[in-house]
């Protein structure tokens, strides 16, 4: 039952989907749609080859659109930064999309740690995802793009930054960004996958995750927790594994052999473009976020990223594990509803299974709202830290008499 | 093909884990299942009516299965109220559907908020609630906004629930507890009394060793007000009853073929009733295990297990209930509990290592002892931290000595990461019980 007053119940309908939900929905898609999609125009006539009267045309368009872009050119000489100084580079539309995404990540936080306050997990790992937000997504990047270097993100690798193992970008960084960039995607990020599951980096490093876990705390529950839902998910997410391997792979081909084929340059391109607008600028950008209020908040997480695809599958084989207390569910669902993964968590709790489902970012909040402390986050291979000796058989025999009742 | 004919009376976790089990074994060319409720469409969670009312949970979302599992396991829902059972014939009459024959029957009809004659009740027909049943959910709800004051009577957990909901909604309430603490038939004086001022901080008007006197109404038959037997007035617009719950089993008695039915509905240690081919299971029944009281238990687990082991007896296995050592864990407001085995009324002659945080009051943990048998640990009662009940009852099943539990205790902590209680904290003393 919704709390009386005009204030909660507007909170109510915001995070049930009512029509102020939709509201928010439809202005998050438009930002998104204004903030990525003018880049896209110009590149995509190029590489689909048309004319240069509709080449132009569309870089008209898409400069009409970039609205952010003109705004953070205007703020530059209104706060009185002249342009073209050093800090020319900082008064773009990335600039301002960073300060607005670390702001949500910071307020979102802030009132995630209050409302978690009793559970250190929820603390710990709250302050981590604010301060790699506020260091590695922001400053880092701002101060390497003040200083004429290519801004580079520390906390994000290949494939969910496809364009970090593309070999054209590499040619052009310092050797250690490029070891860094492979080493991290191929073996650190694995490695700590199959150690402590895909928590490690989904809902403690990741920015997405990030967002997901601060600013759309509040829409966690949306997630969809049908077995229809999970069916699609397994397809979608292994599909997108796939189409990143293909594309990467393509692009990587297209530098080696390119020149002497003008074939695969010409798809190496197309392939390229495509997943730019579909996987980062569609998927990732205006679904990963925008559907928040609609769908939950990790619609990106669970159904495309390519990254949770490859460490979901490091997750089945490694030592995370969420271990049930047995017969101690009471079926209430509070840990399905709020799970953002739309993980059914209830219909192995019920059945006195730990679990370790390959879509698990490791949130903690199952165990966070279980109200009988059922379920457990671990990285341990055995779950029951107690030796079971003979003597446990032998007095199973010796049964207490029960003599009370509880309600 | 010879089709059995399971019915199921109750769609409750007893009548539906019995029918689960049943389709686990029995295809649907064997048998056909149909589970009867008058409650609801689905089997929901009962335990889950409080997020329900404060609005953490949609009413959905407290199905435990997908809808469409009913259909994919062959179950057939009816929603009736079965009125009586003809043992002979193996029928049973609903209220609107046509009569059913059945092969086997299985009684789980739970039970319901136990009827007090307190004073004015009768005139009393609106502002009155339990809360035990969805249509009690519903008439909480639909008298919530017009309360501003409400009375719960009853020191159990489902009156604290009720308390908890009403203050989510910003409704004042007085909490009216027989005892001189919270909960004495499974917390200690000094656990009760800790539970007490917990529950005082959270603004409720609290009031220990006061009952219920008299039931005040308006014109228009509304609660308006109570006595206690202080003789203190309080207005009031909606009066929670929670004093517990009984078999829901009294349209039993006026049936064509009675079943034997004491306190509850009899069962023996096979779930089976006096009638032949009727079983029953859950909250509704009292089992004979041969002790000197029948064994009655109201909570989840027991209903679960009940349910399981009544369907293999229905299948024709011969499976003799064993209840294991006793556990159970509730929250008040946002304090967990634990408990296994004996806590309370337990001998003169056992004493309790109580364990106490200096600065944090609702952390403690008390360790039931004897110390004629060798400082054999009986049982647990652990406030405000995680706890796993497999190891403790499995300590208590072992006979282990309180020298042993309390070296490990650490082993059986079940807390979030990062947040274990530290448990070389807390400070002892040894209570005595006589
Ligand atoms: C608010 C609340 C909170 C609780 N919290 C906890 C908890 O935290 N932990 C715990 O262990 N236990 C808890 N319990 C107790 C627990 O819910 C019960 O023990 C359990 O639900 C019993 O299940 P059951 O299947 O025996 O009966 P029920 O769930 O009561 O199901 C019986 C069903 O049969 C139907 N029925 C009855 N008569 C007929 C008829 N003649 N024809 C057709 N249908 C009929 C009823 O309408 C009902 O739907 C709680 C109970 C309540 C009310
Ligand atoms: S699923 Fe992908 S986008 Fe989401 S948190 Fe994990 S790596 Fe980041
Ligand atoms: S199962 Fe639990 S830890 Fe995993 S994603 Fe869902 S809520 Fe988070
Ligand atoms: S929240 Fe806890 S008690 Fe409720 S269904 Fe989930 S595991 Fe079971």
């Known amino acids: 039952m919704i709390k009386q007053g005009t204030l909660n119940r507007l909170k109510h309908d915001i995070t049930h989907r009512g029509p102020s939900a939709w509201a928010l929905f439809i202005l998050l898609l438009a930002f998104y749609f204004l903030l990525y999609f003018p880049d896209k125009f110009e590149e995509g006539a190029r590489v689909f080859g048309a004319s240069k009267s509709t080449i132009a045309s569309m870089k008209s368009l898409g400069n009409d659109l970039n609205i952010f872009e003109h705004f953070m050119r205007w703020l530059g000489p209104a706060l009185g930064f002249e342009l073209k100084k050093w800090w020319d580079p900082v008064f773009n539309k990335w600039t301002l999309y960073g300060t607005i995404y670390t702001l949500a990540i910071t307020i979102g936080g802030a009132l995630v740690i209050r409302r978690y306050k009793h559970n250190p997990y929820q603390i710990v790992r709250t302050s981590v995802v604010m301060l790699v937000q506020i260091i590695f997504g922001f400053s880092l990047p701002i101060l390497l793009g003040a200083n004429g270097y290519k801004d580079y993100y520390f906390s994000y690798f290949w494939p969910l930054k496809i364009e970090y193992l593309y070999p054209e970008n590499l040619a052009n960084m310092p050797i250690f960004l490029v070891l860094y960039g492979i080493i991290g995607a191929m073996l650190v990020v694995p490695i700590l996958g199959a150690f402590f599951g895909k928590r490690w980096y989904c809902s403690w490093v990741c920015g997405c995750g990030g967002l997901a876990n601060t600013f759309g705390e509040p829409w966690r529950q949306l997630s969809n927790k049908s077995s229809a839902a999970w069916r699609m998910e397994k397809f979608t997410i292994h599909s997108m594994i796939i189409i990143a391997f293909l594309t990467t792979g393509l692009v990587i081909a297209n530098y080696l052999v390119g020149d002497h084929s003008p074939a695969l340059q010409k798809s190496a391109l197309i392939i390229k473009f495509l997943y730019g607008v579909f996987g980062v600028a569609l998927l990732s950008g205006a679904v990963g976020v925008a559907f928040y209020p609609i769908k939950g908040t990790r619609v990106w997480c669970r159904y495309f990223c390519p990254m949770a695809g490859i460490l979901g599958l490091v997750q089945k084989f490694g030592r995370y594990r969420i271990t049930v207390k047995k017969d101690m569910c009471i079926s209430c669902g509070m840990c399905s509803k709020y799970c953002e993964m739309g993980i059914d968590v209830r219909a192995y709790a019920q059945k006195n299974q730990s679990f370790t489902r390959a879509s698990c970012v490791g949130c903690g909040i199952c165990a966070e709202v279980c109200p009988r402390g059922v379920l457990k986050l671990e990285n341990k291979v055995d779950p029951d830290p107690q030796e079971l000796s003979m003597n446990a058989f032998l007095s199973e025999s010796y049964k207490q008499e029960p003599h009370r009742r509880a309600v | ?434």
């Open chain 2, 1 to 434: 093909m010879n089709q059995e004919h399971f019915i199921i009376i109750g769609n409750g976790v007893a009548g539906i884990e019995a029918a689960m089990t049943i389709r686990s074994r029995l295809s649907v060319e064997d048998a056909k299942i149909t589970v009867i409720s008058k409650e609801s469409d689905f089997f929901f969670s009962r335990t889950a009516l409080m997020y329900a009312y404060m609005n953490t949970m949609q009413r959905e979302d407290l199905e435990p299965y997908e809808r469409h599992v009913y259909t994919q396991q062959h179950i057939t829902l009816l929603r009736d109220t079965v009125t009586d059972i003809d043992a002979h014939n193996h029928t049973i009459t609903l209220e609107t559907s046509a009569p059913l024959t059945y092969t086997k029957l299985l009684i789980a009809t739970g039970a319901h908020p136990r009827h007090v004659p307190f004073e004015g009740i009768e005139q009393a027909t609106d502002g009155v609630v339990n809360f035990v049943s969805m249509q009690d959910l519903d008439h909480c709800e639909r008298l919530t906004p017009s309360t501003s004051h409400a009375v719960v009577v009853g020191g159990g957990l489902i009156g604290i629930e009720l308390v908890e909901c009403l203050m989510y909604h910003g409704v004042k309430v007085t909490f009216l507890v027989r005892e001189s603490s919270y909960w004495p038939q499974a917390l200690s004086h000094e656990e009760g009394s800790r539970i007490a001022d917990l529950i005082r901080s959270h603004h409720v008007n609290l009031l220990l060793e006061e009952e219920l006197q008299q039931i005040h109404t308006d014109q228009q038959g509304r609660v308006s007000a109570i006595t206690t037997n202080k003789n203190q007035k309080i207005d009031t617009q909606m009066l929670g009853i929670c004093v517990g719950v009984t078999s829901n089993t009294s349209w039993l008695k006026s049936a064509t073929t009675p079943p034997d039915i004491q306190r509850a509905l009899c069962v023996d240690k096979f779930f089976q009733t006096s009638l032949p081919d009727v079983f029953g299971a859950g909250d509704c029944v009292q089992i004979d295990l041969g002790m000197e009281q029948p064994l009655i238990e109201t909570i989840w687990y027991s209903a679960k297990r009940h349910g399981q082991i009544a369907a293999l007896n229905m299948l024709g296995d011969q499976v003799a209930y064993a209840p294991p050592t006793f556990f159970n864990s509730s929250k008040f407001f946002d304090v967990e509990y634990t408990t296994a085995g004996q806590v309370v009324n337990t001998p003169a002659h056992t004493k309790s290592l109580w364990r106490t945080h200096p600065s944090q009051p609702y952390l403690t943990q008390r360790i039931v002892f004897d110390p004629t048998q060798k400082d054999q640990v009986i049982g647990f009662n652990m406030l405000g931290s995680r706890w796993n009940h497999r190891i403790l009852t499995q300590w208590i099943e072992q006979r282990r000595p309180l020298s042993y539990v309390r070296k490990r205790l650490h082993q059986a902590q079940f807390d979030v990461e990062f947040g274990r209680a530290k448990l070389k904290a807390m400070q002892e003393e040894i209570l005595n019980h006589d």
